[in-house]
Each structure stands twice: as structure tokens, then as C-alpha cells.
């Protein structure tokens, strides 16, 4: 994330950094959104995602995670070929992503859609 956001994009004769530039041009409806808001909006993000981080609490490596718990939400990597793709792998992860994704839809106003 840190490499995305120190590349620089010149938009509208105003400097943005990666994360900004690379959304504006996946998504079209951020073109049309005003560029100070964009970027006060993903430096807030940014921090709140930061401050998410360095809250966490980091295991041991000797210490033991149980796959059936409901204390962490686990995804196993899979490779079909091409790519490695996370696919949730308890039953927790599994609920997890199915809430995650009712919620997207909601903000989205239905527009999002995703099959697992």
C-alpha cells in the first residue's frame, strides 16, 4: 500500500498520490468527484487503516492458531494457474465475507455484485 501511494499522478494539474491516481482511473464515477475530497478521504482512510494495523495483536511464532475457531478469520491461499487467490477457510471467515459483502451491497445501492 505504502509503494501504491508514494507513486505520483498528475490529475487535473494537481498531484495525487497512486492510491488516488490508480481509482480514478478503475472507477469512473471517482472522475466526476472533486479531487480535494478524494484526497482528504483517502488520507483518512489511510490512517484509519494504519491505526487498525499497529493495534493488532501479533502471535508468537510458536504459538498455535486452531483452524475452527471463531477468533480469526482465515483465508487459505489457492493458485488456479494464473494467480493466488484467498478463499475463506473456516466457518467464521466464511460468515465473515458473507456479511462483508451484504454490507458493500448496501453502500453500494445494490450495484456491487460477487459470486463465491
Same mark, same amino acid.
Given at each position: ?8 499522478f ?31 478521504l483517502?488520507? &483518512? ?7 487498525e494495523?499497529n493495534?493488532?495483536?501479533? &502471535?508468537?511464532a &510458536?504459538d498455535v492458531?486452531?483452524?475452527?475457531t471463531d477468533?480469526?478469520v ?41 459470486d463465491?
Open positions: 500500500m505504502d509503494y501504491i501511494r508514494v507513486s505520483v498528475n490529475i487535473d494539474g494537481k498531484e495525487v498520490n497512486g492510491m488516488i491516481g490508480l481509482a480514478m482511473q478503475f472507477n469512473p464515477s471517482f472522475a466526476s468527484r472533486d479531487i480535494d475530497e478524494l484526497i482528504e483517502e488520507e &483518512k482512510e489511510h490512517e484509519n487503516i494504519m491505526n494495523l493495534s493488532l495483536e501479533l &502471535k508468537e &510458536k492458531i486452531f483452524l475452527g477468533e480469526f482465515i483465508y487459505k491461499l489457492e493458485y488456479d494457474g494464473h494467480t493466488l487467490s484467498p478463499k475463506p477457510y473456516n466457518d467464521y471467515a466464511k460468515r465473515h465475507q458473507m456479511e462483508e459483502i451484504k454490507r458493500l451491497k448496501e453502500l453500494s445501492g445494490e450495484r456491487f455484485v460477487l463465491i
